[in-house]
């Protein structure tokens, strides 16, 4: 059973490869899985390719995408921990029902051929997703020699605007030859999707102070010279790990 679908996946995977439109996108890893809906059910079996600048979802052996998105409007993507087939992409959308002027994070989940399918749909996902913000961030509110390091999308203000926090090191992590005054950088931008990143924050590490909000795990206080910006995460795991990633550039100051 499993040769025969790593045979089929393999074949599947050759027939995106082929397509036209998946080619001039430079194809990375495709295959099918299966949308569910908001309750978890099976909806209907998608094939979906995933090339260096965008993802594509076709009708099952159809030659023509159903659409093709780019990557810059994912916030993450998540294995489900309770099945090992299932994929969640948390991503920003229109909000068309409410009205909101402002995109709202949705969750879009798939179901894979099996765990090990869906592991390497999650590595690849994330992998692009890691890449298309290097390039991006670098070519626009990180100058160099500051390189990347870490980002994530948070929301700000009552309304819940998103925006976009970024760290970079002019000190890469293994680097031989270290500048003689190595600068670590924390910076908020707005972060509409398909929009250019307008800085709203920047300030150094070693002056930002980050403390978890008392009342909403979620949350945390970034404090820059006497001034707090409250940040709201996915969910506190989130909201742990940058709190954790700041930590770790500023230990390496």
Known sequence: MAQAEAQEGGKKARQLASNEHVMKAVFIKGGPMTKLTEAGEPKKKWDYALCQRKWFKFPVDADHPAWDEGYAAIHSIEPDLE???????????????????????????????????????????????????????????????????????????????????????????????????????????????????????????????????????RKLNISVGGKTTEVTMKDPIEALTVAAEIKRLQVAL
């Open 83 to 217: 099945d090992g087939a299932k994929l969640h992409i948390w991503l920003y959308k229109q909000d068309k029902k409410g009205g909101s002027a402002l995109p709202k994070l949705c969750c879009r989940s798939l179901l894979c051929e099996n765990e090990g399918d869906r592991d390497d749909w999650a590595l690849s996902f994330r992998t692009l997703l890691m890449n298309f913000w290097h390039e991006s961030l670098e070519s626009t509110i990180i100058p160099a020699p500051e390189v990347y390091q870490y980002h994530t999308f948070v929301a700000t203000g009552a309304g819940g605007t998103p925006h976009l926090l970024a760290l970079s090191s002019s000190a890469p992590p293994g680097a031989e030859e270290r500048p003689a005054h190595p600068v670590s950088m924390l910076r908020i931008a707005t972060a509409l999707p398909n929009q250019p990143a307008q800085q709203v924050l920047a300030a150094e590490l070693k002056d930002v102070t980050v403390a978890a909000h008392a009342a909403d795990a």
